[in-house]
């Protein structure tokens, strides 16, 4: 997947709300100095653009614009729904999401609603009708952003009764009858089954776990009801413009099907926090987090990059990046001198149109006071103002060209997310850690990655296709990749459930061409690995496969661990490091992919003219005969 020769820009994130007026022209004017092309706003102004019901006060907007605009910057305008203001709550005192425990959560932060409140969504059509009709027009505002980081700080599944009756519609159009729902979620298990749709409750606050088909049925309704709700706004936008829309999505947020959203909008966009993400979301151990404390993971934020750029179907931004210390992870180190330039780099190279920092100036209160901007709150520069600078004078220099096309596609799956969530099996089954880990392996072998949704259906030029975990195999998918020619690699779990949560029979995986059945699956604690023959292991997962397809890996204790046939290869565990870069060199092998294995903290991405390399490591390394500058990137022409 390649998309067409775009422009890069840099830009940032401004609050002038945050500001007296007389620092915008300021601001607007070394924000331009320092080469950057957009700044967005307004994403969390609704209390200062209705301070109190129906009544606007748009004239601070008019002239924020206009200042920031006359610049020479171009606007990304966000709207405020991510932070109803308090009155909203007087309007409607039950449209606070409701947790798993059946609290309602409160007012004093952001994220504060249900996203299936009738009530609050009114209020969002009028503020976003509003906004649009005033400034959809306005020659400054280039693009749109859709509310703030969906799923954000836990939100997107709520218990609270508005999301009950939505349920209970969305399991009557999904059903049309209760006998069809008990026979698809098997409800005569334990006596669950219900004569009607009004007796079906939220899958919370059970005696012992609900029944895993009901927890999925909701946690399908809970994205659907995401992407209504981002839709309501990109219906009401798209009337009065036709400027891009985005929206920023996070580092791994799973709760939501990211590629539905994404169908609604132009332009995909993600937040990232390379250090908070390391310290806060990711499993590594100790030594490697020490080692890329001040740096970040070096494949996380690639992995994101690729992500979203198939969810923006090419076109994706960076809109925000950290550009200092974060306030919000267990540990908030500086970055190294250079990273701010890196992870620019990085995301250009990934084909990124933009990257914005976040923020502009440091907020001297509230909740994000310890969270580094571009200047200080006196309004001195930061570390990362002047690596903005240098960013923005490069890419002058060398605009960059299309990325080239990636060798590999690895399918990623929400609804798989959400499945083995539900049904860990093991406690340390993670399918985001899994397909992570199944990407990190290619990269390792310094292989550019496209991610595919398991909508895809063509796959055209890739050597290697890899479906880690995916729930369940669509026929159209299984059909595609049995006609594409690449080689395949699927499994742990693959296809082992119907779409209605049961074990098929056939037994699973009944992947196209491939006599295999898995007979028994274990889980296992990361202390007992399964060694295999040959050298890695399997961790925390194994499968007992049986059939006629042809072992080409077994375990030390001579049972199949991975199996072939023709172009379909099924992988039986969860592979190891080692045992992933056997498993997946020889597959780029067969298919004629080209490996580069790369050293520690090391990744490649290329784009159609050059080859870039980031090093994640605090001191240089040679590779290739380059000298990699420590947390530095470098770029060569590509001679082929
Ligand atoms: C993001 C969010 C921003 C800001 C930032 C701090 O998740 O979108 O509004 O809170 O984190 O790192």
């Given amino acids: 997947m390649t998309e067409p020769d775009r422009p890069r820009h840099l830009g940032v994130c401004y609050y002038p709300e945050h500001w007296s007026e007389d620092q915008w022209a300021e601001d607007a004017a070394r924000m331009v100095a320092i080469g950057l092309t957009y700044v967005r706003i307004g994403e969390f102004a609704w209390s200062r653009l209705e301070p109190e019901p129906g009544k606007m006060d748009w004239d601070w907007l008019d002239r924020a614009i206009a200042v920031l605009g006359g610049a020479g910057l171009q606007v990304v305008l966000g709207t405020p729904t991510a932070t109803p203001p308090r009155w909203m709550l007087t309007r409607h005192s039950d449209m606070l999401a409701v947790d798993a425990q059946g609290r309602p959560r409160g007012f004093g932060s952001r994220r504060h609603y249900c996203f299936s409140h009738r009530g609050y969504r009114e209020d969002c ?284 596609a690895l399918v990623f799956d929400y609804p798989s997310a959400w499945a083995w969530s539900i049904q860990p099996q093991g406690k340390d089954f993670d399918y985001f850690r899994l397909a992570f880990a199944m990407y990190r392996g290619l990269r390792q072998l310094g292989l550019s990655v496209d991610i595919l949704p398991a909508s895809a259906r063509d796959f055209t030029g890739y050597g290697l296709v890899l479906v880690p975990g995916l729930f369940t195999l669509p026929e159209g998918l299984a059909a595609a990749l049995q006609a594409s020619g690449a080689e395949i690699v699927a499994g742990p779990r693959t296809n082992s459930k119907t779409p209605d949560f049961s074990i098929p029979v056939p037994l699973p995986p009944a992947l196209p061409g491939l006599d295999c059945r898995i007979s028994r699956v274990e889980s296992l604690p990361a202390a007992a690995p399964v060694p295999l023959a040959g050298g890695g292991a399997f961790v925390g997962w194994r499968e007992r496969l049986e059939g006629t397809a042809e072992t080409v890996i077994r375990a030390e204790d001579g049972t199949p661990a991975v199996v072939r046939s023709g172009r379909m290869t099924y992988v039986g565990g969860w592979p190891d490091e080692v045992a992933l870069a056997r498993i997946l060199g020889e597959a780029a092998h067969r298919a004629g992919v080209t490996v580069t294995p790369m050293p520690e903290g090391v990744r490649q991405r290329d784009t159609k003219t050059h080859r870039f390399y980031f090093n994640y490591n605090p001191e240089p390394v040679v590779f290739n005969g380059n000298e990699l500058p420590a947390a530095g990137v470098l770029w060569t022409p590509r001679t082929a």
Avoid at 151 to 175: E, Q
Avoid at 197 to 210: K, Q, R, S, Y
Avoid at 332 to 343: E, F, K, T, V, Y
Wanted: one cysteine or more.
């Fill in 125 to 408: 059509a009028r503020i976003v009708t509003l906004l649009a009709e005033r400034y959809g027009r306005n020659p400054h505002v280039a693009a749109w952003q859709t509310d703030n980081e969906y799923g954000c700080h836990d939100t997107t599944v709520s218990y609270s009764p508005s999301a009950l009756t939505a349920f209970r519609n969305w399991l009557a159009r999904k059903y049309q009858s209760p006998q069809a729902l008990n026979r698809a979620w098997g409800n005569v298990f334990w006596s669950m089954e219900y004569a009607s749709f009004e007796d079906i409750g939220l899958p919370n606050l059970t005696v012992t776990e609900a029944n895993p088909a009901h927890v999925m049925d909701f946690r399908r309704f809970a994205s659907d009801e995401v992407v209504s709700f981002n839709k309501l706004q990109t219906d009401i936008i798209r009337r009065y413009t036709d400027a891009p829309i985005a929206h920023n999505y996070m580092g791994r947020i799973v709760d939501f099907d990211h590629f539905d959203v994404g169908a609604d909008l132009d332009i995909a966009s993600w937040d990232s926090y390379p250090l908070g993400f390391l310290s806060d979301r990711l499993e590594a151990d100790e030594a490697f987090k020490l080692r890329f404390l001040r740096q970040g993971h070096p494949d996380f934020q690639a992995f994101h990059h690729d992500l979203y750029r198939a969810v923006g179907r090419g076109r994706w931004w960076v809109m925000e990046q950290q550009p200092g210390p974060v306030n919000w992870a267990p540990y908030n180190p500086d970055p190294l001198p250079g990273m701010a330039r890196l992870w620019a780099w990085e995301a250009f190279a990934h084909g990124a149109e933009a990257v914005c920092y976040f923020r502009w100036r440091q907020a001297p209160f509230a909740q994000e006071q310890m969270h580094a901007g571009l200047l200080r709150p006196d309004s001195a520069p930061a570390p990362a103002y002047h690596a903005t600078e240098q960013v923005a004078g490069e890419l002058k220099a060398m605009p960059l060209t299309d990325i080239a096309p990636a060798p590999v």
